[in-house]
């Protein structure tokens, strides 16, 4: 690109076929500009003849190298996609942050239990589903032989009676 240092560059889909490239203004170092390119390789992965501006790019860049910060991006994006995604559960509060006191995350347990629970919202039922299923993990209620407990767990109403009916299968197992 006249006008512009080549800075980097990385393929953007599957097939390998269009480039992302990154040049630096020579006159404003701050100012980047990207530019799109339909790459060509042949059946080889060899650069093909093509466009003018794939011939400069490999001036600046070989195959390899393409390949590699693809890799390198990719790798970069998927974590940047899981920071976000941890990040949003905390703000939900779906995912507790590692730092909490026992104090704290006591208080959140405990709020949690006791919190207003309607039953007839979506919210509401996803969270008494998912607290069935962990108390059916635990080793004391999945080998309990206690058919009428396990019975009461699964038709419980709201998280407290959940926790209730795990508390009594839990007593009994002991």
Known sequence: MRGHTFVTAH?????RTTVESFWRDEKDEDIIRTEI????????GLPADSSPQWKELLNHIDIDTLHSNTAKHIAAMDEAYQLDVIRIAKERG??????LSDQDLFQKIIGFLFSEFKGDNREDK???????LQLFELEQIKN???????A???????????IKYAIEIYLTEE
């Open 94 to 99: 779906l995912l507790l942050d590692e730092g």
């Open 152 to 162: 009461e767990l699964r038709k419980a109403k709201s998280i407290i009676e959940a």
């Open 144 to 150: 309990s032989k206690n058919r009428a407990l396990k």
């Open 11 to 15: 393929f953007t889909n599957n097939e």
């Open 37 to 44: 390119i339909e790459a060509a390789i042949d059946v080889n």
């Open 126 to 132: 996803e969270k008494l589903f998912h607290i069935k």
